[in-house]
């Protein structure tokens, strides 16, 4: 009875041991294929690269095949090389493969299978199933596109153009603002123009652009350095700080400043009558700068003009402006005549046209000090005091009368440069 039982033990672990190798040794021979998605990880105008998910065991090999048409009927491109007796002697053992000697800008179709290769001198081969294919491009050519330029702007954004590029279905734009190196890349689809926004007011930017080949899957292919664009303004903000003084009472010759924009090349400036619908005199400088005087007949009078200027960039060498600046109020001061009388100076002055009232000055020395006697609609006035004392006979005193002119909620004033002196009680 025991060796009965002894010979059905022996018979059953040996029927364990020869299942378990014939499941082993069937494993071995079965090769599963590549089922993941490929992913394609790099390319150039002639070249492309892809990857994929490693398959587990021994001698395990990858044919990778490449086509340009999905169906893989014509030509079509592998890895394998073989030996005089067609065996294959070589194919992948990494999960990634390239392919090279491909047209620039193109799109082709790669798969792949696995294979478990027993090696010299049989060269056997068990072969799994191929993949999915997917598709792959390379990058276009390297070569300018044709056309780029700025086309428009505002005060924070710009407009670029070009030629659409044979070979690409798609753009890369990258761009960075003049003074700094953090530069920012935008994807583009199959377009021709783009407007950059939220960009940095006054400032100027320099922008590359390359042709991309994108697959289905998302891949983008392009290369070499792109086509550059050197420092593209935004349109300059508005113009502030501006100011206008003439140079003396009886002068035509009137100095403007303002504050500058520093992308401008110039400036242009106009100049109305008060309440004038058409410009007295328009003018430009030549530069950024931030002063400028123009003499002009047409400035005569004593009257309240009206000043405005706007800062000129250029855009694909076509002058483009910002915004005009506010409107500044400034007229000539009015020439003043001094005589004494028993109740002190007597001040008085021509009207100037559009002002809302006048303001006295009085000081005891020519180039300071001087304090506000009164404000006054009149064109004459007495007055018998400067500061807190009264006026003193053979004494110089120094008078500045200035025209105010109220708009809206502003304030503006003559000029006030030039004084006027007496001796008190001749």
């Known amino acids: 009875m025991k060796k009965i039982w002894k010979s059905v033990r022996v018979c059953t672990i040996l029927f364990v041991c020869a299942l378990v190798l014939g499941i082993g040794m069937k494993t071995e021979a079965a ?59 070589s194919a992948a053992t990494n999960p990634d493969e390239s392919f090279s000697g491909l047209s620039p800008g193109k799109k082709y179709y790669v798969r792949v299978t696995a294979f478990r290769n027993t090696g010299y001198p049989d060269y056997i081969c068990t072969w799994g199933y191929p993949s999915d294919e997917i ?33 690409a279905n798609a753009y890369q734009l990258s761009y960075v603002k003049k003074g700094s190196s953090k530069k920012k890349t935008i994807p583009l689809k199959n377009v021709k123009s783009y407007t950059v926004e939220k960009l940095s007011k006054n400032a100027e930017y320099e922008f590359w652009l390359w042709p991309v080949k994108e697959s289905s899957s998302g891949f983008r292919a392009y290369n070499g350095n792109g086509s550059e664009l050197y420092w593209c303004p935004v349109l300059p903000s508005k113009v502030t700080g501006v100011a206008s003084t003439f140079e003396d009472p009886s002068s035509n010759v009137l100095n403007i400043k303002w504050n500058t924009r520093p992308t401008a090349v110039s400036y242009q400036y106009q100049i109305y009558l008060d309440g004038g619908k058409k410009a007295l005199l328009t003018g430009k400088t030549t530069k950024n700068v931030s002063k400028t005087k123009i ?50 100076m007597k001040v008085s002055w021509d009207k100037v046209n559009g002002a809302s009232n006048y303001s006295v000055y009085i000081s005891q020395n020519r180039s300071s000090g001087y304090k506000k006697v009164q404000s006054t609609t009149k064109t004459s006035t007495i007055v018998n005091k400067c500061g807190k004392s009264a006026l003193k006979s053979g004494k110089t005193y120094y008078f500045i009368v200035a025209a105010n002119k109220k708009v809206g909620k502003k304030n503006f004033q003559s000029t006030r440069n030039y004084c006027f002196w007496r001796i008190y009680g001749k």
Do not use: H
């Open 31 to 89: 090769v599963p294929g590549v089922t993941k998605v490929l992913e394609q990880i790099d390319a150039g105008p002639n070249s492309v690269e892809i990857s994929w998910d490693a398959v587990i065991g021994n001698n395990i090999q990858y044919k990778v095949e490449l086509c340009a048409d999905s169906t893989f009927t014509g030509d079509v491109m592998d890895n394998l090389e073989y030996n005089n007796k067609e065996q294959i002697i």
């Open 135 to 167: 598709e792959v491009v390379t990058a276009p050519a390297n070569s300018d596109i044709a056309n780029f330029k700025q086309t428009k702007a505002t005060e924070t954004s710009i407009t670029l153009s070009w030629k659409k590029y044979s070979g």
């Open 295 to 344: 003499n002009s007949d047409k400035l005569k009078g004593l009257r309240f003009l009206k000043i405005r200027l706007r800062a000129c960039v250029k855009v694909n060498e076509s002058s483009k402006y910002g915004a005009w600046s506010d409107w500044f109020y400034f007229s000539r001061q009015p020439k003043v005549k001094l005589a004494s009388t028993k109740n002190g």
